[in-house]
């Protein structure tokens, strides 16, 4: 069977059919449907395919809209969760068994994983499988290509591929292996996941987390571009965010938010042209029905469907870019032309400044191509360590201090070969970003506590090789004018 054939048709009517968003009020309130977990609607939003957990094992079901008897999909020895329709009817959903973790399952070398299963008419056929872990799947507008979250990205190499999830993409008419669509290169606990393509599919969404410090974004890009520069965050810096989904308006997304005043995750919609975002409900996994005007969504357990209407569209942004608020730059300090490790010594008064609220850390390099570790500056106080350092093991690497022996920082990469290039870090006080070239930076919530005045030595150049140097080292206060800002807008990812 190839799902997605003889449905562009009936899919490009039904998008016709609706109009952005219903100008009927919302009215009403939420009604309880089934006990279970992460609802999806069936194309023709009679059906919601849902999970629950019993005995310690995921079932899959599937029950009215309207309320009913349920019709079990799965219902065990292995678990079965996380569904996605396909326009035309069938079922594919995550499907395995979990006699040990991820981890154990690496360390192991086991074939127990979870692979992806699809249903239709009462019939089922696995489409991927092994020791990998695939799961949160969902298909494109016309039903030929799955997308999914998957720990196979790793292949053989010796990491742990059980700490990072990348995005796959399976298409029907190929067959076949599925492609890795995305990664998040740069180490380890980190990931894009959660992939949710645009009705009219021009655009992918996903959640992604660049390390365990840091919080849960979406980002989106282009499907005809994907590259790392054309990565833009959809939702607002301060807000914890994951789970997209879309409206078949193909303007609004609903997700699991989080704002450090709710009392707890919350079904939250975003205009993603203007960046305007409203909390309707606490709860999670929130999604939209066909015709839009439905939310349905889980809490404690519960399926919840809610009316969705005029009165729900979002109304507020909360924040603004980040680069804003900290001022032009201002070199305090600069050095050119190194092409072996030098240390310089600051002196007591150590640099000019005082605690500016932004510090970047810039070098303009000529490197021969290999991955082997190099420290362009580090910066040693009276206290610690390290200051800021910026640094390459197999990746860009910029921190603000060290404790027990681990940086604390963000990562890049995307300098694979010989040339020349301009590492930048910032830290500002409630992050810390690092960007190759002024690309939109990578950022982590770990920005450490740093006094430029407690700078007492620079070393610049620690493990550069022949022919490699520092054309130029700044340190300097204020946001970088070679980076872009963090958030920027985002009407340039839908010219």
């Not at 990469?413 to 002024?438: C, L, M, N």
Request: hydrophobic share 35%; with cysteine.
């Amino acid at each position: 069977m190839k799902t997605g054939i003889n449905v562009a048709k009936a899919a490009a009517s039904v998008a016709a059919a609706l109009f952005a968003v219903s100008c009927a009020a919302a009215g009403g309130a939420e009604r309880p449907l089934v006990k279970g977990e992460c609802p999806a609607f069936s194309p023709d939003g009679s059906r919601i395919a849902f999970h629950r957990l019993e005995n310690d094992i995921f079932k899959l079901g599937v029950v009215p809209v309207k309320g009913g008897d349920v019709e079990w999909i799965e219902e065990g020895p292995g678990n079965a969760a996380h569904a996605a329709w396909s326009p035309d009817g069938a079922l594919v959903y995550t499907a395995g068994y979990d006699t040990e973790t991820a981890f154990q399952g690496w360390k192991a070398n086991s074939k127990n994983g979870y692979g992806l299963r699809l249903w239709k008419d009462g019939k089922k056929r696995d489409i991927t499988g092994g020791r990998w872990r695939d799961y949160t799947p969902s298909f494109s507008p016309d039903g030929k290509k799955l997308y999914f979250t998957t720990t196979r990205g790793w292949g053989d190499k010796k990491l742990n591929q059980a700490t990072s999830a990348w995005i796959a993409c399976y298409d029907f008419e190929k067959g076949g292996e599925p492609e890795i669509l995305l990664d998040f290169p740069g180490g380890r606990n980190n990931g894009v996941v959660q992939p949710a393509v645009s009705p009219d599919g021009k655009f992918i969404f996903w959640s992604r987390l660049e390390n365990c410090f840091d919080h849960w974004r979406i980002c989106g890009a282009r499907l005809d571009r994907l590259e790392r520069d054309a990565w833009r965050d959809v939702t607002p810096e301060r807000l914890s965010a994951l789970a997209p989904r879309w409206h078949p308006n193909g303007r609004l997304i609903c997700f699991t938010g989080f704002l450090k005043r709710n009392s707890g995750w919350g079904v939250w919609v975003e205009d993603v042209r203007t960046r305007k975002v409203k909390r309707l409900a606490t709860g999670e996994n929130p999604c939209f029905s066909p015709d839009g005007k439905t939310i349905a969504y889980d809490r404690d357990g519960m399926v919840y469907l809610r009316p969705f209407g005029a009165r729900d569209m979002p109304d507020a942004v909360i924040d603004g870019p980040v680069a804003k608020g900290f001022g032009e730059e201002k070199i305090l300090w600069s050095a050119e032309n190194i092409t072996e490790e030098l240390t310089v010594d600051l002196g007591e008064k150590g640099l000019p400044g005082g605690t500016p609220d932004a510090v970047f850390v810039r070098v303009r390099v000529k490197l021969d191509g290999t991955a082997s570790h190099r420290d362009y500056v580090t910066m040693e106080d009276a206290f610690a360590s390290q200051g800021l350092h910026l640094f390459s093991r197999r990746s860009l690497w910029f921190s603000t201090r060290i404790y027990g022996g681990r940086d604390f920082g963000t990562s890049a990469t995307g300098y694979e070969k010989a040339g020349e290039y301009v590492f930048t870090g910032v830290r500002v006080p409630e992050k810390i970003y690092v960007a190759i070239d002024g690309c939109e930076p990578y950022g982590t919530s770990q920005p450490g506590s740093l006094r430029l005045r407690d700078m007492r030595t620079i070393v610049l150049g620690r493990g550069l090789k022949n022919g490699e140097s520092i054309i130029k080292a700044e340190i300097g206060a204020g946001w970088p004018a070679n980076v872009s800002i963090a958030e920027r807008p985002l009407e340039d990812l839908f010219k």
